[in-house]
């Protein structure tokens, strides 16, 4: 059983439409006991980093997030929410990452936010990656983004190289939507749910 | 490298695709979901799902109908159409859509923008604008799905999109509607002028007729996106050849 961990925040229904496509068993929560016994998690988001940290919050779930052995999956916001901060609202989050999310600065040629299907890059040998090569495109939208670090497993340049997937132990992120990534968004979901 | 966008618009009333010459006369062109399922397949990058008929007849969009549509697409889609509080556009984000487009509700009150900015952030929010040229400028229409309510809505294109902007929008759509399913071309005068404007993604909608309009969209207008309707309905134009051509062009593109 893959439990989606509900926020209140958009996106959580594409994900779980897109574990289902797959065949997984899945299924929304937002209950501390029931995320803390499930056997995979994924941590969807969509929106403000300081909003959905104050959810987390409010529902008890910063705990049974942190303290998670089983593999979690953040996605969009949910891999940003995964490093120590954000400057989005100067947010502390889960600190399950080092590093600091930060503003990508837009320009006339630069457009933000950065949306749109675009190209994973230096990717690493990890067992969410299997299938998928430099060079494949996944869709993208967000303002912030992760650093590039030694738990990246993947990155995108817009500007400059950000972290697209990161990995450290137990915990997976992807900066894009995998839900909406066609084949390759796919691919990584299914090797999640291999796991 | 950031692929720039080809994006099918899925004009639609009572569950099917129509596609009306300058938005009077709706033709039926097909099922919905068959049909975003057949773009996805061809290689769409995102759709569009415009239930033009919402806002002139102040109902809103179906959300069981939006569902459907994320239960069986892998790529992202916006969902316009008679969105008027954060309220419904968040059911709709919950519902799977991607992002929600407002066009006349945002013209009636556009602190709307600012509320679904807020609440579901602005990567969320696109800001559609039907805008015509009259007199050597441009000005918004409003409630353009319905030929005996559509009416200018007192406001000049190129205030409106940096208005809409600094409220909060993550996207504009402009539609330049003397184009409209003519399929002359994008209006790429308008269009660059307002995307020198922004540092928003900007997509062009309105006038594509043949592969060369997609490559000077890109090329001259500098958009982020090209949306376009009749010609993928009625195949004059597939995408794959399309993509293939932009590539040749030297337009990145996802292949």
Redesign the interface.
Known sequence: MITVIEIGCANTASVLFALERLGADARLSSDPAEIAAASKVVLPGVGAAGFAMSRIRELGLYDAIRGLTVPLLGVCLGQQLLFEGSQEGDVECLGLIPGQVTRMEASHDLVVPHMGWNQLEAIQDDVLTKGVSAGDFAYFVHSFACPVNAFTVATTTYGQPFAAMVRKGNVWGCQFHPERSSVVGADILKNFVAL | ?????IIPCLDVKDGKVVKGVQFVGHEILGDAVDMALRY?DEGA??LVLYDITASSEGRTVDYNWV?EI??AL???FCVAGGIRSAEQA?KC????A??VSINSPALERPDLINELA???????VVVGIDSREMDGDYYVHQYSGDPDKIRQAGRRTLDWVVEARDRGA??IVLNCMNQDGVRKGYNLRQLRLVR?L?????VASGGAGAPEHFTEVFTKADV??ALAASVFHKKIIAIPDLKRDLQRAGIPV?L
């Open positions: 490298m950031l692929a720039r966008r996805r990058d995102e569902s994320a239960r892998d790529i992202p968040v984000l919950n519902s799977g991607d992002k807020e609440m579901a952030g602005s990567q969320c993550g996207e020198d922004l540092d928003i993604p900007l982020s996106g996802r």
